[in-house]
């Protein structure tokens, strides 16, 4: 390493003699603003940059390592929303003399913790709005005012910010978002420097490919891949659950849900082949204190027959948990076997204080996981978990469906549910 210094993510001037570059992570005081190692910020202080955030809403700013952070940019918190659900919005109880206490927190607007990932640019006086997700590796133009998600690997600009393009293609994109870089080592990361840097983007896919040393590959499902998505779906759960399965027109109907996740509609390639796929739908828990929580449910999740038991099926998992996650999405919750998805970090949604909806409060409802993507992001939450209704197809739909497929044999089956 240069001159025989090595990188401190403690320290807070990383460039000796100049003040107005600090590393923010060993600068932070308040508990609710977590930042990654080595991400940086081109002034003096970082806290004053984090507006409207009050401890009694208990918002959180999560930004991840390697972020680069230009002089101006302000994170507004959710306490610069006021009452929009009364006759006016004039804050009352935060001023002297008024009597008014705080309003519930179900009353104000509430757009949840702000989550800035890894490697992400931020440029000179941008403004983040409350509650908005950055993706991974995303740049963010001068003066922006971002009030929306912004996916990983994608530039935004303007007020409001829209899309101008994706920094690389999905394949690429899907490469370095498993490879991970900036979890690795600092020796790791320094030996990187060559390849990270690089502008031959062929030589990068080449070489994470080859880092990445599985043969595996994961990417965004698209409008070509349905058919073969579908007839991968039916093999797999044929005769699994019922006589026949629907599971692959459940994906048909999905794709056009307005609560489906497109960024986190996922196929997984072994040496270019299609072996696996997985999604999410956005849905929520409504809380017993009158909240509306967002979380995550998934499925259908498969991997092809003859590789099914071959821990394919938790690495598919473990990915697109990972990527859900770094989305900002808190939670994830949906029917499944404990004794697998317990190996992905899934426990009963009784522990946290869920319910399935229009379960009796005696019933059996060990079918019923969760996993928490955000620690702490379902405390102090009970409620009742909402299955979103593209789930809920007609069987005569579906066997109308089927008849676009080869035909296959119904088996009744010992251990189907239906």
Known sequence: MIDGKRPDPDIVHPIAGYDNEIYVKPTITDPNIVVGEFTYIADAEFESH?????????????????????????????????????????????????????????????????????????????????????GDGAIIGAGSVVGSDVDPYTIVAGDPARQIRKRFDDELVALLLQFKWWDKSIDEVNALIPLLTSSDLEKVRKELKALNNTGITYR????????????????????????????????????????????????????????????????????????????????????TPELKRKGYGK????????????????????????????????????????????????????????????????????????????????DADVEEFDKSFPPKTKLKLPGQLF
């Open 50 to 134: 984090v507006t409207h955030h009050y401890q009694w809403l208990g918002d959180k700013l999560i930004i991840g390592k390697y972020c680069q952070i230009a002089a101006g940019v302000e994170f507004m918190m959710n306490g610069a929303n006021h009452q929009l659900n009364a006759v006016s919005t004039y804050p009352f109880f935060t001023l002297e003399g008024w009597d008014m206490a705080p309003p519930e927190r179900a009353d104000l607007p509430f757009k949840g913790d702000t989550i800035v990932g890894n490697d992400v640019w931020i440029g000179q006086n941008a403004l983040i709005l409350p509650g908005v997700h950055i």
């Open 220 to 303: 965004r499902e698209q409008e070509a891949d349905h058919r073969a998505v579908e007839e991968l779906i039916r093999e797999s759960f044929w005769n699994v659950y019922r006589p026949g399965c629907s599971e692959h027109y459940v994906i048909h109907v999905l794709r056009d849900d307005p609560a489906f996740v497109p960024e986190l509609d996922i196929v997984m390639e072994l040496d270019g082949r299609l072996i696996g796929q997985n999604l999410f739908m956005k849905t929520v828990i409504n809380a017993d204190d009158g909240r509306t929580v967002n979380v995550l449910t998934m499925g259908p999740i498969c991997i």
């Open 315 to 394: 690495q598919l998992l473990d990915y697109s948990l990972e990527q859900a996650a770094a989305m900002g999405f808190g939670a994830v919750l949906f029917e499944g076997n404990i004794g697998f998805y317990g190996n992905c970090g899934f426990d009963y949604a009784s522990r946290f204080g869920i319910r399935y909806h229009d379960l009796p409060e005696d019933a059996d409802a060990s079918f019923f996981l969760c996993k928490e993507l955000i620690p702490g992001y379902l405390d102090g939450i009970t409620g009742v978990y909402q299955t979103p209704q593209g789930y809920y197809v007609d």
